[in-house]
């Protein structure tokens, strides 16, 4: 196990407030392993509703209400590019935003450059937005569901990393990129 995936196992000790053995951090190679070991620690339930789904109902009737234009069964697949171009994105962004009239998505998203890694897909966005939109349990409240462990483990990996949200969960840390 190398630096980085002792620095990624701290920082889910952390974040969770659980305590990972070191037999137990080398057993767990990839990101869909330590998911199941984080949902078995935590007893997180399957959890009612996808989220992501959710989400990418809404995002779909905000984007069909802003641009009518666009096919009604748009697939998950569609390049953002051909929904808008770049220099569209800003407005459209926030114009979907106030169609879906909950202040909880972010109020901008970047466009994809040479030199930023942005949304390519509208899978993409709707994996951003959920992310973006998971309670932190804690302190308490209602537990974590498997749906809102998988994502927050997204985000963190995204963070720590740098590695994008849409990565492959059964690949392991090394074939990710993370040592």
Not at 56 to 66: M, S
Not at 80 to 97: E, F, M, S
């Amino acid at each position: 196990m190398g630096l980085d995936t002792v620095e990624l196992i701290m920082r889910f000790e952390d974040e969770f407030d659980i305590s990972i053995s070191d037999a137990d951090a080398s057993q767990l190679g990839s990101p869909e392993m330590l998911l199941e070991y984080l949902a078995m620690r935590m007893g997180a339930p399957p959890g009612g509703h996808c989220r992501t789904l959710r989400v990418f109902h809404r995002l779909r009737r905000a984007l069909l209400a802003v641009r009518p234009d666009l096919p009604r069964d748009i697939p998950l697949d569609s390049p953002l590019g051909k929904i808008a171009d770049k220099d569209d994105w800003p407005d459209l962004w926030t114009a979907v935003r106030l169609a879906d009239g909950d202040n909880s998505w972010p109020t901008t998203l970047p466009w994809p450059s040479w030199w930023r890694d942005g949304l390519r897909t509208l899978r993409h966005l709707v994996l951003e937005l959920a992310v973006s939109d998971v309670p932190h349990p804690g302190g308490g409240g209602e537990p974590w569901t498997r749906e809102e462990l998988s994502l927050r483990v997204r985000d963190i990996i995204r963070d720590q990393t740098a590695t994008r949200l849409d990565f492959d969960k059964r690949k392991s840390f090394r074939d990710l990129g993370i040592d």
